[in-house]
T-cell receptor
């Protein structure tokens, strides 16, 4: 059973059209939820860490929020340069040394 | 800043051939990781090294071996490559007990 599920798999937006990406998780005793951005042909790049329900983090047009069951990545007035695959991840149940990643949401923002 | 450097960036192998993917980081991180990324499967952990001198299996270790050569370097070896090992391989590093991983740019491996 997947520990991390992301939706939608792909999302196409017009420039300026705000939306949200979802990451739901099933681990108990969450020790953090992590968001990454991955550009085509590149490795993932760290964006945010969220540790507790109600926590929010912002970076430019991105805001990540966390509840007890899921996290949202809100994208406000996106630009074409926000096009990328967004990944979320949680520490594995067996320890804190490794992350389990979701399959990602591929975001395409058209001018 | 170099960060995490992987070599080679591209490699084509025939079934049964062996090869080693090299990874080095210059951030003085304790922990290093090898992931593979396949379409529809996401990133999956192959092996990791929580600290120098230790290595542990991840989700998909079969067919691979690793060596933590020193604090900077962590190599991944395919002893007898199979077509199922066609993938993009990412090395990453982090401070211990943090989910902030720094990834290399990836090594694209094709096994014919």
């Amino acid at each position: 059973e997947d520990q991390v599920t992301q939706s939608p798999e792909a999302l196409r937006l017009q420039e300026g059209e705000s939306s949200s990406l979802n990451c739901s998780y099933t681990v108990s005793g969450l020790r953090g939820l992590f968001w990454y951005r991955q550009d085509p042909g590149k490795g993932p790049e760290f964006l945010f860490t969220l540790y507790s329900a109600g926590e929010e983090k912002e970076k430019e047009r991105l805001k990540a929020t966390l509840t007890k069951k899921e996290s949202f990545l809100h994208i406000t007035a996106p630009k074409p340069e926000d096009s990328a695959t967004y990944l979320c991840a949680v520490p594995e149940n067996s320890g804190y040394s490794t992350l389990t990643f979701g399959k990602g949401t591929m975001l395409l923002v058209s001018p | 800043n170099a960060g995490v450097t992987q070599t080679p960036k591209f490699q084509v192998l025939k079934t049964g051939q062996s090869m080693t993917l090299q990874c080095a980081q210059d951030m003085n991180h304790n922990s290093m990781y090898w992931y593979r990324q396949d379409p529809g499967m996401g990133l999956r952990l192959i092996y990791y090294s929580a600290s120098e001198g230790t290595t542990d299996k991840g989700e998909v270790p079969n067919g691979y071996n690793v060596s933590r050569l020193n604090k900077r370097e962590f190599s991944l070896r395919l002893e007898s490559a199979a077509p199922s090992q066609t993938s993009v391989y990412f090395c990453a590093s982090s401070e211990a007990y943090t989910g902030e991983l720094f990834f290399g740019e990836g090594s694209r491996l094709t096994v014919l």
